[in-house]
């Protein structure tokens, strides 16, 4: 065991021995140089090393910002494309209330301009109503308004005074006791409002002709046929004088008349008496034009109720023309009795100044 030991470190030393070798300075001092340059070249490479670092992390840095900044891009952009819709439908928007407004425009021209006619129709009729007003102010225009309806009293005076002369109402003493249509006692129920003494016994006519009221109450096969003709000749005379003093003074008749003489008639639109079948066949108002019903005034070939009702509306005509001039009625029976009274009234001086 011993002489395989040494001879194997002998081997090994041996082997050393020809490793180590035997440098010289100056080799020595070239490897160190190459050693030196070598630890040089690292320490700059290890510093380009860092170097390129810093650059990469600087361009890193720099590349997320640049996303980032691109990412914020993108939303102005989006951004950007909302508020150009917004302001496209905005500016739509616009249109639409700039031609709402120019239309609002030349309307408000339009009745801006109606507004100065009316202002200049305006101004002239202040100046028509100033004038007017200068014109009526004082006694000038008071004077020239009672001038003016003195005059216009002064012809109706003089156009009732002629039919007063075709158509005279006069009073005639002595007459009958069947002839008291038109009488006057001083027992007289109605009066008389214009303060004048009731007529003792006395009884009117017009036209030399009496109105009779025995043939409308009682009508008989005796019954005095010229006395119904006159009465009905009288009642035309009565209408015909009611119409024409209606149309001088100017007053629309509630009860309007159709003449003709002896057979004239009197419209009513709603009778207070029942009209015969026949001329409920041929006068029946329709719904859509309304026909008024005649009665006559005259009592041959008519009822005696329907000619009384006639008679009553052509007093009631009367009344209406009394009232007109501010007179009261003598009453229902009193047809000339009322025509004297209206004929005398707008005859009398009194008439002028009221």
């Keep these: 065991m011993e002489p395989s030991s040494s001879s194997s470190s002998s081997t090994s030393s041996e082997s050393k021995k020809r490793e180590e070798k035997v440098e010289e300075w100056e080799d020595f001092e070239q490897a160190l140089a190459r050693l030196?340059?070598?630890s040089s070249a690292l320490n700059q490479a290890n510093l380009r090393k860092l170097s390129l670092q810093d650059q990469l992390q600087s361009h890193l840095q720099v590349e997320a910002?640049?996303?980032?900044?691109?990412?914020?891009?993108?939303?102005?952009?989006?951004?950007?494309?909302?508020?150009?819709?917004?302001?496209?439908?905005?500016?739509m928007q616009s249109k639409v209330v700039k031609e709402k407004v120019k239309m609002q425009e030349e309307q408000l021209g339009?009745?801006?301009?109606?507004?100065?006619?009316?202002?200049?129709?305006?101004?002239?009729?202040?100046?028509?109503?100033?004038?007017?007003?200068?014109?009526?102010?004082?006694?000038?225009?008071?004077?020239?308004?009672?001038?003016?309806?003195?005059?216009?009293?002064?012809r109706q005076q003089y156009m009732v005074?002629?039919?007063?002369?075709?158509?005279?109402?006069?009073?005639?003493?002595?007459?009958?006791?069947?002839?008291?249509?038109?009488?006057?006692?001083?027992?007289?129920?109605?009066?008389d409002p214009s303060g004048l003494k009731p007529l003792?016994?006395?009884?009117?006519?017009?036209?030399?002709?009496?109105?009779?009221?025995?043939?409308?109450?009682?009508?008989?096969?005796?019954?005095?046929?010229?006395?119904?003709q006159r009465s009905a000749t009288a009642l035309g005379y009565v209408a015909h004088a009611v119409s024409l003093l209606a149309s001088y003074l100017e007053v629309p008749l509630r009860y309007s008349l159709r003449l003709g003489g002896s057979r004239?008639?009197?419209?009513?639109?709603?009778?207070?008496?029942?009209?015969?079948?026949?001329?409920?066949?041929?006068?029946?108002?329709?719904?859509?034009?309304?026909?008024?019903?005649?009665?006559?005034?005259?009592l041959e070939g008519q009822d005696t109720t329907r000619a009384a009702y006639a008679v009553f509306l052509l007093n009631k005509d009367l009344e209406q023309l009394l009232n007109f001039i501010g007179v009261q009625s003598l009453g229902p029976r009193h047809v000339l009795a009322n025509l004297r009274e209206l004929l005398k009234t707008i005859l009398s001086p009194e008439y002028i100044d009221t």
């Design 65 to 91: 910002e640049t996303l980032n900044r691109s990412n914020e891009l993108d939303e102005m952009r989006e951004q950007l494309e909302s508020r150009k819709l917004m302001m496209g439908n905005t500016s």
């Design 36 to 38: 030196w340059s070598l």
């Design 264 to 298: 004239s008639y009197i419209r009513d639109y709603a009778p207070f008496v029942e009209p015969t079948t026949a001329e409920l066949a041929s006068s029946l108002p329709s719904p859509i034009n309304a026909k008024p019903i005649e009665f006559p005034l005259f």
């Design 200 to 228: 003792d016994q006395g009884s009117l006519t017009i036209s030399g002709l009496h109105l009779s009221l025995l043939p409308f109450t009682k009508m008989s096969f005796f019954t005095n046929k010229k006395e119904v």
């Design 161 to 191: 005074s002629q039919v007063s002369l075709i158509y005279p109402v006069k009073v005639m003493v002595g007459h009958t006791r069947d002839q008291e249509l038109e009488s006057f006692t001083s027992g007289s129920k109605s009066g």
């Design 110 to 154: 339009a009745e801006i301009k109606s507004l100065l006619v009316a202002g200049s129709a305006l101004s002239v009729a202040s100046k028509h109503l100033q004038e007017a007003n200068v014109s009526l102010a004082g006694e000038r225009g008071c004077i020239r308004l009672k001038n003016l309806k003195k005059l216009l009293r002064l």
